[in-house]
């Protein structure tokens, strides 16, 4: 593994076939398989049940996200991001309004930077829960699906209540969120994560000690650090290779300095290590939005949405009453302008690093809005963790990578 | 700002790692340090900071089009330092006429699909790519997405795939 | 399990269909509609509220179609959950076309019924472009609730096609379009073959609306 760290092995080359070891076979995997978890389609040449030559092809589900956000402005982008990694919605959107924020020289206040960490973290919860869920079903674990939809059913019916849909949300506004937390919802978010992690010592007590997960998923699919490094992987997958770097500690932003949590870290980067970081995540992330409903309790009442018009859209009363009001709202909705510049936040998503990099020219079209979306690099690592293994080992390298193509392709 | 002491460290380092490099080093709008360095420097550059500055990662490669005016493309190379917990931005402005640059996949092979993708998207190629094609888009398909002149509608959206239709068609219509 | 409702025990006017295959028509549809095989073809975000619309909240095990196959030769229904995009519409095409017959479509989502929010170069506007589709679904994501009213919909469609009609008079001798060597059957009779010839940009010429039982595609 280690001899092939720093070479990028382009495309898979004319295979001659060797008659002494028998004709490789070309498997196309994909785009329609469930193992791949979406639409992803991997070309595999397989020596016996060795694979070969790996080459992930993506884009069949690129949309030209950046395209439309260059055509469509800045305000009517925003539910756009929902749709980038589909399981955590308000991440995306948290991601994409603090690099506009950043750009714009906006501040955020307190309690909502409170409510966005909140929600972020349940964010983190669920797509976690995913991760779990379609994993375990791929290497065999049928059950733990439907153990994993129980709790991401709670989680909707919450977001539901909250920000009324179960997903692709478009909750968080510019400048802040776009209601308060009201303290019927508080209860509700309350008894859901004081109960979470019993249901999350369930999946511990399923899978953690099981022997048919442990043996598909120890020492498959190993990464060393610096091969992590290299290979531009972040977040989850970083950190099971002992690289205890976090974004949320290392780079903090949203308040999250004020937070107290623990970064888990991997020793071995298996397989099995990924698991256990993003379990121990989970824990973490409960922790971490237990403190946030506290300081939200604490500051009941106070401003949740700044006030510069040039860039918040004021409140729906007041559209409806007040004719400046009305124009702010028009002139946010078609026209807003950025101040010239770049400007660039990545916050760690559930699958890694996620970045946006927007630049801007005064215009009230956007210059560029380039994603950084951390599946893509998920994806290009499959070949370095799967040529030379098993076939059977290929879920397992997929799942624990844990990508989602919406965000893959844009 | 908060953080000026760390901005004024990173850029020591920088400019102790790039000596003898013709760049300029500038602070963009969200106060992350700014390199811009001409086509012929940035291999040399990016090697540097590398192994010299300690930044182990490649976070982005993208390019940005600023179409009427000349050099109109304007590729962004941004690096992460694990160990210093920063990051730069590496900019370099190339022609529409001949968007060319050195590929720095030799330096991390995690920058194989950003400069896919940034080809794709722009159809601005990387010298030293090996196997340099197209990421999301088809591979036979003609246009680069991005470009300022390309409409969002897109020319023609379906034509590989009404192409693939008629010749389905043909060798059903042949064999049976 | 739904009834043998009346309205599927009216007698068929024809000279070959009596009573007799009218009871048998019945019988059939009644197996077919409470026991769909849903391919789901999960593309994006909709496949997310397809997973959870097969988990324990929603069940669509209770109306007889939960054994979602991924392979297209086993299923029935087609589920088109999500985003279709040009790069990614041969592969959707072929899997329609390995299904075999009967077979039925649901268009999940926005993206799959009209483009949605996606006017962009990359992105199929409306899988019906590509596909004979049975019923619509709004919602970007539609809740599950909604796709399971679909799925009740398209039951109800099911209860009123006269399967065995075509036993009796014979077998269409006309081939199908979809390149598989297929013969015309009757539930798939509603697209045309010049629809996809249009463009998908152009303005949607007004569509006939599905022949439920008829005879030939309509005109």
Same mark, same amino acid.
């Given at each position: 593994?280690?001899?092939?760290?720093?070479?990028?092995?382009?495309?898979?080359?004319?295979?001659?076939?060797?008659?002494?070891?028998?004709?490789?076979?070309?498997?196309?995997?994909?785009?329609?398989?469930?193992?791949?978890?979406?639409?992803?389609?991997?070309?595999?040449?397989?020596?016996?049940?060795?694979?070969?030559?790996?080459?992930?092809?993506?884009?069949?589900?690129?949309?030209?996200?950046?395209?439309?956000?260059?055509?469509?402005?800045?305000?009517?982008?925003?539910?756009?991001?929902?749709?980038?990694?589909?399981?955590?919605?308000?991440?995306?959107?948290?991601?994409?309004?603090?690099?506009?924020?950043?750009?714009?020289?906006?501040?955020?206040?307190?309690?909502?930077?409170?409510?966005?960490?909140?929600?972020?973290?349940?964010?983190?919860?669920?797509?976690?829960?995913?991760?779990?869920?379609?994993?375990?079903?791929?290497?065999?674990?049928?059950?733990?699906?439907?153990?994993?939809?129980?709790?991401?059913?709670?989680?909707?019916?919450?977001?539901?209540?909250? *920000? %009324?849909?179960?997903?692709?949300?478009?909750?968080?506004?510019?400048?802040?969120? #776009?209601? @308060?937390? &009201?303290? $019927? !919802?508080?209860?509700?978010?309350?008894?859901?994560?004081?109960?979470?992690?019993?249901?999350?010592?369930?999946?511990?007590?399923?899978?953690?000690?099981?022997?048919?997960?442990?043996?598909?998923?120890?020492?498959?699919?190993?990464?060393?650090?610096?091969?992590?490094?290299?290979?531009?992987?972040?977040?989850?997958?970083?950190?099971? *290779? %002992?690289?205890?770097?976090?974004?949320?500690?290392?780079?903090?932003?949203?308040? #999250?300095? @004020?937070? &107290?949590? $623990? !970064?888990?870290?991997?020793?071995?980067?298996?397989?099995?290590?990924?698991?256990?970081?993003?379990?121990?995540?989970?824990?973490?992330?409960?922790?971490?939005?237990?403190?946030?409903?506290?300081?939200?309790?604490?500051?009941?009442?106070?401003?949740?949405?700044?006030?510069?018009?040039?860039?918040?859209?004021?409140?729906?009363?007041?559209?409806?009453?007040?004719?400046?009001?009305?124009?702010?709202?028009?002139?946010?909705?078609?026209?807003?302008?950025?101040?010239?510049?770049?400007?660039?936040?990545?916050?760690?998503?559930?699958?890694?690093?996620?970045?946006?990099?927007?630049?801007?020219?005064?215009?009230?079209?956007?210059?560029?809005?380039?994603?950084?979306?951390?599946?893509?690099?998920?994806?290009?690592?499959?070949?370095?963790?799967?040529?030379?293994?098993?076939?059977?080992?290929?879920?397992?390298?997929?799942?624990?990578?844990?990508?989602?193509?919406?965000?893959?392709?844009? | 700002?908060?953080?000026?002491?760390?901005?004024?460290?990173?850029?020591?380092?920088?400019?102790?790692?790039?000596?003898?490099?013709?760049?300029?080093?500038?602070?963009?709008?969200?106060?992350?340090?700014?390199?811009?360095?001409?086509?012929?420097?940035?291999?040399?550059?990016?090697?540097?900071?590398?192994?010299?500055?300690?930044?182990?990662?490649?976070?982005?490669?993208?390019?940005?089009?600023?179409?009427?005016?000349?050099?109109?493309?304007?590729?962004?190379?941004?690096?992460?330092?694990?160990?210093?917990?920063?990051?730069?931005?590496?900019?370099?402005?190339?022609?529409?006429?001949?968007?060319?640059?050195?590929?720095?996949?030799?330096?991390?092979?995690?920058?194989?699909?950003?400069?896919?993708?940034?080809?794709?998207?722009?159809?601005?190629?990387?010298?030293?790519?090996?196997?340099?094609?197209?990421?999301?888009?088809?591979?036979?398909?003609?246009?680069?997405?991005?470009?300022?002149?390309?409409?969002?509608?897109?020319?023609?959206?379906?034509?590989?795939?009404?192409?693939?239709?008629?010749?389905?068609?043909?060798?059903?219509?042949?064999?049976? | 399990?739904?009834?043998?409702?009346?309205?599927?025990?009216?007698?068929?006017?024809?000279?070959?269909?009596?009573?007799?295959?009218?009871?048998?028509?019945?019988?059939?549809?009644?197996?077919?509609?409470?026991?769909?095989?849903?391919?789901?073809?999960?593309?994006?975000?909709?496949?997310?509220?397809?997973?959870?619309?097969?988990?324990?909240?929603?069940?669509?095990?209770?109306?007889?179609?939960?054994?979602?196959?991924?392979?297209?030769?086993?299923?029935?229904?087609?589920?088109?959950?999500?985003?279709?995009?040009?790069?990614?519409?041969?592969?959707?095409?072929?899997?329609?076309?390995?299904?075999?017959?009967?077979?039925?479509?649901?268009?999940?989502?926005?993206?799959?019924?009209?483009?949605?929010?996606?006017?962009?170069?990359?992105?199929?506007?409306?899988?019906?472009?590509?596909?004979?589709?049975?019923?619509?679904?709004?919602?970007?994501?539609?809740?599950?609730?909604?796709?399971?009213?679909?799925?009740?919909?398209?039951?109800?469609?099911?209860?009123?096609?006269?399967?065995?009609?075509?036993?009796?008079?014979?077998?269409?001798?006309?081939?199908?379009?979809?390149?598989?060597?297929?013969?015309?059957?009757?539930?798939?009779?509603?697209?045309?073959?010049?629809?996809?010839?249009?463009?998908?940009?152009?303005?949607?010429?007004?569509?006939?609306?599905?022949?439920?039982?008829?005879?030939?595609?309509?005109?």
């Amino acid at each position: 593994m280690t001899a092939k760290v720093f070479q990028y092995a382009p495309a898979a080359p004319e295979l001659e076939d060797d008659p002494v070891r028998g004709e490789l076979m070309h498997l196309n995997m994909g785009p329609q398989h469930p193992a791949t978890h979406g639409v992803l389609r991997l070309k595999i040449d397989m020596d016996g049940e060795n694979m070969r030559n790996v080459e992930p092809v993506v884009g069949y589900l690129h949309r030209g996200k950046e395209k439309t956000c260059e055509s469509l402005g800045w305000a009517k982008f925003l539910p756009h991001t929902d749709r980038l990694d589909y399981v955590q919605p308000l991440m995306n959107n948290c991601g994409y309004l603090m690099a506009l924020e950043k750009l714009a020289g906006l501040a955020v206040p307190e309690r909502g930077r409170l409510i966005r960490v909140l929600l972020m973290e349940i964010s983190r919860i669920a797509a976690h829960l995913i991760y779990l869920g379609t994993t375990a079903i791929d290497l065999g674990a049928v059950s733990m699906f439907f153990n994993t939809f129980k709790e991401r059913e709670r989680i909707y019916t919450i977001l539901d209540a909250y *920000t %009324g849909h179960r997903m692709n949300n478009s909750y968080i506004r510019m400048g802040g969120v #776009y209601a @308060d937390v &009201d303290p $019927e !919802v508080e209860g509700k978010v309350r008894a859901f994560l004081e109960n979470f992690p019993r249901e999350i010592d369930g999946y511990e007590a399923m899978l953690t000690g099981n022997r048919i997960w442990y043996d598909r998923n120890r020492d498959v699919g190993v990464l060393t650090r610096e091969e992590a490094l290299a290979w531009s992987l972040t977040g989850p997958n970083l950190r099971a *290779t %002992g690289v205890e770097y976090d974004l949320r500690k290392n780079e903090p932003y949203s308040g #999250y300095e @004020d937070y &107290d949590f $623990e !970064v888990p870290v991997g020793t071995v980067g298996d397989c099995y290590d990924r698991y256990l970081v993003r379990v121990e995540e989970m824990r973490q992330s409960v922790k971490i939005a237990l403190q946030a409903l506290e300081r939200i309790r604490d500051t009941r009442g106070a401003e949740f949405l700044a006030e510069d018009r040039r860039y918040v859209l004021p409140p729906r009363g007041k559209v409806h009453t007040s004719m400046e009001e009305l124009i702010f709202q028009f002139k946010v909705v078609t026209d807003m302008r950025l101040p010239k510049g770049e400007a660039y936040v990545g916050i760690e998503s559930s699958k890694g690093e996620l970045g946006f990099f927007v630049a801007s020219d005064g215009r009230s079209n956007p210059l560029r809005c380039h994603i950084r979306a951390p599946g893509l690099m998920n994806v290009q690592a499959i070949p370095l963790l799967a040529e030379g293994r098993l076939f059977s080992d290929m879920v397992a390298i997929i799942g624990s990578l844990d990508f989602v193509m919406g965000e893959v392709d844009r | 700002m908060s953080q000026a002491p760390a901005q004024r460290e990173t850029r020591e380092r920088i400019a102790k790692a790039l000596e003898g490099i013709d760049h300029q080093t500038s602070e963009s709008r969200d106060g992350m340090t700014c390199v811009d360095v001409d086509r012929d420097g940035l291999h040399e550059t990016l090697l540097r900071l590398r192994d010299f500055a300690g930044f182990s990662q490649i976070t982005f490669v993208t390019a940005i089009d600023r179409h009427p005016a000349e050099p109109r493309f304007e590729v962004a190379h941004q690096l992460w330092a694990c160990a210093y917990a920063d990051r730069v931005r590496v900019r370099t402005r190339v022609n529409g006429d001949d968007p060319r640059l050195p590929s720095c996949v030799d330096l991390w092979p995690g920058a194989g699909f950003m400069e896919r993708e940034c080809f794709d998207m722009f159809g601005v190629g990387f010298d030293g790519h090996e196997g340099l094609k197209r990421l999301l888009m088809p591979e036979e398909y003609e246009h680069h997405p991005l470009r300022k002149e390309f409409p969002h509608q897109g020319i023609e959206p379906d034509k590989l795939y009404r192409e693939w239709d008629a010749a389905r068609r043909a060798e059903w219509e042949a064999s049976s | 399990m739904g009834p043998l409702t009346p309205s599927a025990l009216e007698p068929v006017e024809t000279a070959d269909a009596g009573f007799l295959a009218t009871r048998a028509d019945a019988l059939v549809n009644w197996g077919r509609k409470n026991s769909l095989w849903p391919m789901p073809l999960g593309l994006s975000c909709c496949g997310i509220e397809l997973m959870a619309m097969i988990g324990p909240k929603f069940d669509i095990a209770r109306f007889g179609a939960e054994a979602a196959r991924f392979s297209p030769r086993q299923c029935d229904l087609l589920i088109v959950a999500g985003t279709l995009t040009w790069k990614m519409a041969q592969a959707c095409r072929t899997i329609y076309d390995q299904m075999p017959d009967p077979k039925w479509v649901i268009a999940m989502g926005v993206c799959s019924s009209s483009g949605g929010m996606y006017d962009s170069y990359a992105v199929v506007q409306g899988v019906d472009s590509l596909l004979p589709v049975d019923v619509y679904v709004p919602g970007c994501p539609p809740r599950p609730d909604a796709v399971i009213d679909a799925l009740l919909k398209l039951q109800k469609r099911i209860e009123r096609e006269n399967p065995l009609k075509r036993v009796i008079s014979g077998p269409a001798t006309e081939l199908d379009d979809t390149g598989t060597g297929a013969r015309v059957y009757q539930p798939n009779a509603a697209v045309r073959r010049s629809m996809l010839d249009r463009h998908p940009h152009a303005p949607r010429a007004p569509r006939p609306l599905p022949h439920p039982g008829g005879e030939e595609e309509p005109s």
